[in-house]
C-alpha cells in the first residue's frame, strides 16, 4: 500500500521560503511520477510540479514558475517543493501525489492514484 506524508507546511511572511517534503513508502517508485498540487479555499485543486522519479525530469504550472523547484532523493524516497518569493496568494493546502507511470498529462489530477493528507501552507503580507 503506498503511503504519502507531506510535511514542511507553515506560517511564512510573504517574501519568504518553505521547503515541502513527500516522504513515499510501499511501492517500488522508479517508474513512478510524482507531484505536488494545491488547493486555495474556495477553489480546485491545481498543479503545482510534477517530477519523473527515474530521470527527474520535471514539469511546473504556470502559476508558480520560476518560484518553486521540486526534487527527489531516491535514497530517501522523498519528494521535495521548495517554494520562494513567497505570495499571499499561494496560501494553500499542498498535496504530494503519485502516479504509477509516466505517461498522460501531469497537470491533470485524474493521472494520479495516491495522495497525501496534504499540508497547510499560509503567506501573511
Known amino acids: 500500500q503506498v503511503q504519502l506524508v507531506e510535511s514542511g507546511g507553515g506560517l511564512v511572511q510573504a517574501g519568504g521560503s518553505l521547503r515541502l517534503s513527500c516522504v513515499a513508502s510501499?511501492?517500488?517508485?522508479?517508474?513512478?511520477?510524482m507531484g505536488w498540487f494545491r488547493q486555495l479555499p474556495g477553489k480546485e485543486r491545481e498543479f503545482v510540479a510534477a517530477?519523473?522519479?527515474?530521470?527527474?525530469?520535471?514539469y511546473y504550472g504556470d502559476s508558480v514558475k520560476g518560484r518553486v523547484t521540486i526534487s527527489r532523493d531516491s535514497a530517501k524516497q522523498t519528494v521535495y517543493l521548495e517554494m520562494n518569493s513567497l505570495k499571499p496568494e499561494d496560501t494553500a493546502v499542498y498535496y504530494c501525489?503519485?502516479?504509477?507511470?509516466?505517461?498522460?498529462?501531469?497537470?491533470?489530477?485524474?493521472?494520479?492514484?495516491?495522495w497525501g493528507q496534504g499540508t497547510q501552507v499560509t503567506v501573511s503580507s
Open positions: 501525489a503519485a502516479a504509477r507511470n509516466y505517461y498522460g498529462d501531469y497537470a491533470s489530477r485524474a493521472r494520479y492514484d495516491y
Open positions: 510501499g511501492g517500488t517508485f522508479s517508474t513512478y511520477s
Open positions: 517530477i519523473r522519479w527515474s530521470s527527474g525530469i520535471r
